[in-house]
Structures are given as structure tokens and as C-alpha cells.
Nanobody
Framework: QVQLVESGGGLVQAGGSLRLSCAAS????????MGWFRQAPGKEREFVAA????????YYANSVKGRFAISRDNAKNTVYLQMNSLKPEDTAVYYC??????????????????WGQGTQVTVSS
């Protein structure tokens, strides 16, 4: 398995931006498709975005399409989530996850092999 550590969360006003990072270690990062999920209090964890192992494919939840961008740097073993035009409803703990099996895109939580510990994003109105 690959080990994942998220960073970059924080408090931001509505309309602002944040960039989340997820650093991977342990196994060959480029073997994995990567995903971002989020979980708000009292709600189930939900899919946000995914990127294929090469970075050539991306996929987004409708709720973030056009505002968020997922990218990766395989040389740095890192995946990013650029979040723009943030809304209070984006408030959640954000998790990155790694999937070895595909097929891309994988949007369900059970298919992912490894998870980070999460980073809190709070958007104030």
C-alpha cells in the first residue's frame, strides 16, 4: 500500500481559494489513480475528483466542476486539489485516496486501497 498525507486545509472566506496537497510514500506512486473525497459533519464521505495514474484523465463531481482542479506530479509523488470560488457548502474534511485497480474513474469509497488522515477545509460566509 501507499501512505498518504494531506496538507493545505484551513479557513477561507466564501469566494476564496485553497490548494490541497497529498504526499505519497511507500509504493510506486505512478501505479495509482488518485482521488479526492470530502466528508461534512453528519454526512457520508463523497467523491470530489479523480485523476488517472498518468495525469491524462480527470473526472469531477458535478458540485465542483469548473471550480476545482485536480493535478499530480509523479516526480514529486504528490497530487493536488486547487479549489477556487469556494462556498460554505464546501466545508468538510478532505481526504485523498489511492486506487490500484481501476477502471478509471473510480468514484466509490470502497474501491480505494489507501487513505490519508484528512485535512479540514472551512469556508465562512
Amino acid at each position: 500500500q501507499v501512505q498518504l498525507v494531506e496538507s493545505g486545509g484551513g479557513l477561507v472566506q466564501a469566494g476564496g481559494s485553497l490548494r490541497l496537497s497529498c504526499a505519497a510514500s511507500g509504493r510506486t506512486f505512478s501505479w495509482y489513480d488518485m482521488g479526492w473525497f470530502r466528508q461534512a459533519p453528519g454526512k457520508e464521505r463523497e467523491f470530489v475528483a479523480a485523476i488517472s495514474w498518468s495525469g491524462g484523465g480527470t473526472y469531477y463531481a458535478n458540485s465542483v466542476k469548473g471550480r476545482f482542479a485536480i493535478s499530480r506530479d509523479n516526480a514529486k509523488n504528490t497530487v493536488y486539489l486547487q479549489m477556487n470560488s469556494l462556498k460554505p457548502e464546501d466545508t468538510a474534511v478532505y481526504y485523498c485516496a489511492a486506487d490500484r485497480h481501476g477502471p478509471f474513474p473510480v468514484t466509490g469509497t470502497v474501491e480505494y486501497d489507501s487513505w490519508g488522515q484528512g485535512t479540514q477545509v472551512t469556508v465562512s460566509s
